[in-house]
């Protein structure tokens, strides 16, 4: 391992190698990355990998369309196949309020180049005859959101870094981060010293305590989420179903069923010992009542697997990404309460903008910790799970 490096990124996920590989495209050439365990131990290696540019608020859908970009070309752009498959989002609406704020949100969308649309729910049931539509009013669809498949996205990434000159440390767990004078000067590892003067906490739901280590009380906790899969079945639905807390899609061409649930009853954490938790058999239950309820036909099909990751909640559930200005040099990309891995692309690109060139080519200044401060939250309407 390195005794000195320009960059050190806490976090080998996605967040931190796409900060990273970046950061050495941008010609920095002493980047460092310490992995608490092996690379996918985290979220990144737990997600159900969905990739979506629908959401409620305009920064919001900026940067899933950045990143929707990347990803839908990645083999054109860096020449490894991600297994990017569209499909869409079909988002089911029970509710005149959600309708209503949903036809506000495809407004915004459509405002912003992204494809999103109504359907009415005659269009519903002869497009996705597999749903039950009782209660439906109508649902959202956007054909280019989909799902990738997250191992291959780390595989290219930790490919591509290692290339570029990244040195990734794996099994190497960040105890503290010393400074003086107001600035950072070196970070301490259970393999040794770092001395650097930039740090940036990717660490998903470990950043509250890595912000600990500088002084921040970073609102970021994490939740337990969870999923199952399903053995292969024949391939019959081409989308992401979602009803807001409950989701499912079908893999190709395994034809494997994922879906999972949001359980309001599971609490946040301060702090957690461990990025893998436990799963639960009350998930199971809840997951499986719902599923056969919005598509029965999905009654006899057996549950082969069941995991659990951490969300890592903000009271807004937005994404901190950027600097602190009473600690120049540290920088934090986390906090995303859901939709961190599909972010991961445009956050890593942006990150380092700002590290490199003080600027961002997406104006991200409304992401910064001290919003919360100031009390200038920005809810995001559109979360699942």
């Not at 807001?244 to 994922?258: D, E, R, V």
Request: hydrophobic share 40%; with cysteine.
């Amino acid at each position: 391992m390195k005794n000195k490096a320009d960059v050190v990124i806490v976090g080998g996920g996605i967040h931190g190698q796409a900060t990273a590989f970046n950061l050495a495209q941008k010609g920095v050439k002493n980047v460092v990355i310490c992995e608490h365990k092996y690379i996918g131990y985290g979220a990144t290696g737990r997600c159900a990998a969905g990739v979506r540019e629908q959401f409620g608020l305009p920064l919001t859908i900026q940067l899933a369309k950045a990143s929707m970009d990347v990803t839908a070309n990645f083999k054109e752009l860096y020449g490894y196949d991600i297994e990017y498959t569209p499909g869409g989002y079909l988002w089911l609406l029970y509710d005149h309020r959600d309708l209503e704020l949903w036809r506000r949100n495809i407004q915004i969308q459509n405002s912003l180049d992204v494809k999103s649309f109504l359907l009415r729910v005659e269009e519903i049931r002869e497009r996705y005859p597999y749903v039950n539509v009782n209660g439906v009013l109508a649902a959202t669809m956007n054909p280019r959101d989909g799902y990738v498949n997250p191992f291959k996205v780390l595989y290219a990434y930790t490919e591509m870094c290692r290339h570029a000159g990244v040195e990734i440390n794996t099994y190497t767990t960040v105890t503290d981060i010393k400074t003086k004078g107001g600035k950072i000067i070196s970070v301490l590892t259970d393999k040794g010293e770092i001395e650097t003067n930039t740090v940036v906490n990717c660490a998903g739901g470990f950043a509250r305590r890595v912000g600990k280590m500088v002084g921040l009380d970073l609102p970021v906790k994490p939740q337990r989420h969870e999923m199952i899969v399903t053995e292969p079945v024949e391939l019959f639905f081409p989308c992401m179903v979602i009803t807001g807390p409950w989701y499912a899609f079908q893999t190709k061409p395994h034809g494997s069923i994922l879906m999972g649930i949001s359980l309001p009853e599971e609490p946040l954490f301060d702090d957690v010992d461990s990025l893998q938790p436990q799963s639960t058999w009350h998930f199971l239950e809840k997951v499986l009542k719902v599923a056969v309820e919005i598509m029965p036909v999905l009654r006899n099909v057996a549950v082969i697997r069941q995991w659990a990751g951490w969300y890592e909640m903000t009271p807004d559930a937005q994404q901190i990404l950027g600097g602190v200005p009473e600690l120049p040099g540290y920088y934090m990309s986390c906090g995303y309460s859901g939709h961190g891995f599909q972010l991961g692309h445009i956050a890593g690109k942006l990150l380092a903008e700002l590290i490199v060139d003080s600027e961002t080519s997406i104006d991200i200044s409304k992401c910064d910790y001290g919003r919360f401060v100031r009390g200038e939250l920005m809810p995001e309407p559109g979360v699942i799970g």
